[in-house]
């Protein structure tokens, strides 16, 4: 659409009366005036109110929507729980969640069957963000999906009341999976505000003396007392990291598979650096091993692997932000051209699927899946607003770290041990005696181009149908 209106510096889209005006942003420049502190907004331009809509999933006071101090206090509260160096002491725990990960591809290898390559990320997931948060086993890797555990069940339900075109539109447009949406909520809300409950009594009981504490544990060391109030609100925190570490990481570990299994350039970089760094052996019980032993140090060193990430996530992002200013507060933006915008009361779109992919800023490869860019001389000359998945200032993402620590571990673990095998939308093009051919670009050339649509997050479209077998030995 903004192209064919031929890329203008801003697009306003008229969405009254079901929603206000939004106006999106193509470009890194107008984008960072709304993330950056100023004067004006010191911890940046507040959320658009348009998140409400979110409210059954992540609560009303969840981290997503709070502004000014009460958004400071519960980053403050959060923040070590997300620290690399957190992170490190969460490893075996984070590594525990893979096996049921490797045994459920081993068997589809084994099949041949096809599957949708997103339950199975989204399943892995939902385990890591549920070890990491709140220490717990929350039973999602099951394919077979009334195996899994009650809050798992409840909270895909809720997130498949959000799908298609029912995503944020007002309560009395949509009154029965409105009161649908209130229900699994506050099923979700009292299970997980009994494990709360559980894990603080534990906590107090047990004392910390140098044990494995999870996000919430941590976030707890200075409290007296889980009073009503403080359980409601960590119920809601938990709900957001829940919602917010498993969506977004599930779409876009599915697209690096993807991309992965059409570059073999990039796919053997990969098995090289992994055989360089972590030795030859490839079964996943070895690796997993060598990574609880010295991950903090391997891990590290994954560049390459890295780089896939970061170009993953510039191609296909997950997520962006939406931001407002009431009427009479005179925000305005600038844009390239010298022209002043005043956009009180317009809800303010930072696309990031345009602004990553600025042909001023990557050249005439925006559009083209190139982990390279980010190695070397190169990446320097990429300004960093440019590149903005977990987007920018005071209320960036909190997870980044978590998101490339769960990334590496599983790309360390399945990349060398697994072919994948797109099929449907975005399989390759073979030639006449059954082989995919290359295109000018390196990449295999394909039937049909897979995309995103959108739910809670951008997602591929058709959960990346894919086929595994074990990859054949050097
Ligand atoms: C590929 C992975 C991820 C991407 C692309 C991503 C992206 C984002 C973006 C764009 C925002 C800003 C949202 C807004 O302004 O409304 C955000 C915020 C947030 N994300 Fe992530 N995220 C990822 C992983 C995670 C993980 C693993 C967690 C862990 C719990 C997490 C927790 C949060 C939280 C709590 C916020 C709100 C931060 C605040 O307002 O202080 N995210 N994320």
Redesign the pocket.
């Known amino acids: 659409m903004w192209e064919s209106i031929g890329r203008p510096p801003m697009m306003l889209v008229d969405l009254r009366p079901i929603n206000p005006p939004m106006v999106l942003f193509p470009t890194h420049d107008i984008a960072e005036q709304i993330s950056k502190p100023t004067k004006l907004f010191p911890l940046s331009v507040p ?1 658009s109110p348009t ?1 409400t809509h979110m409210i059954p999933l992540i609560g009303a006071t969840s ?2 929507g709070r502004e000014g101090h009460e ?1 400071k206090d519960i ?1 403050k509260r959060y923040n070590p729980g997300f620290t690399t160096q957190h992170l490190w002491s969460l490893l075996p725990l984070i590594l525990e969640k893979m096996g049921p990960f490797w045994s459920c591809l081993d068997q589809l290898a084994a099949s041949g069957e096809e599957f949708p390559l997103e339950i199975l990320i989204s399943n892995l997931t939902f385990d890591v ?1 549920g070890a990491a ?1 709140l220490a717990v086993d929350l039973d999602a890797q099951y394919m077979d999906r009334s195996k899994q555990g009650e809050i798992i069940r409840l909270f895909r339900q809720l997130v498949q009341t959000y799908n298609d075109d029912k995503n944020n539109l007002p309560w009395w447009i949509v009154p029965f999976t409105t009161r649908k949406r209130n229900q699994l909520a506050k099923r979700i809300d009292r299970l997980i505000k009994n494990i709360i409950q559980q894990k603080y009594t534990e906590m107090k009981e047990q004392g910390d003396a140098n044990r494995l504490q999870s996000i919430v544990a941590l976030g707890f060391q200075e409290t007296e007392q889980l009073t009503p109030e403080l359980l409601s609100e960590t119920s809601d925190q938990v709900r ?2 829940l919602f ?2 498993h969506d ?2 599930t779409s ?1 570990l599915q697209w690096a598979f993807y991309e992965l299994s059409r570059t073999p350039r990039a796919l053997k970089a990969v098995r090289d650096e992994l055989d360089n760094i972590l030795g030859p052996e490839t079964d996943p019980r070895t690796i997993c091993a060598i990574l609880a032993q010295n991950g903090e140090n391997l891990l590290p060193r994954l560049h390459y692997i890295n780089a896939v990430i970061k170009e993953t ?1 510039r191609l296909h ?6 931001r407002m200013t009431k009427p009479g507060t005179g925000f305005t933006v600038h844009a390239s051209t010298g022209d002043e915008y005043q956009l009180d009361g317009v809800v303010m779109y930072s696309c990031q699927s345009i602004i990553q992919r600025d042909p001023n800023v990557y050249g005439n490869t925006a559009d083209d899946w190139v982990p390279e860019r980010w190695l070397g001389e190169e990446a320097k000359r990429i300004p960093p607003s440019a590149w903005r ?3 920018r200032g005071p ?5 980044p770290e ?2 490339n620590l769960e990334s590496r571990i599983i790309l360390a673990i399945v990349a060398r041990r697994y072919d994948f095998i797109k099929v449907g939308l975005g399989e390759s093009d073979l030639d006449e005696k059954g082989f995919p051919t290359l295109d000018e670009k390196g990449q295999y050339k394909v039937k049909s181009e897979l995309y995103n649509t959108r739910r809670m997050t951008s997602q591929p479209v058709d959960g990346a149908m894919m086929k595994v077998k074990l990859a054949s030995k050097k």
């Open positions: 959320k998140w981290i997503l958004w980053r963000i948060v957001s990291f917010a570490g977004t990481n876009a996530l992002p997950p997520a962006s932000t939406v998945p977990f987007e209320r960036a993402c909190i997870g978590l998101t």
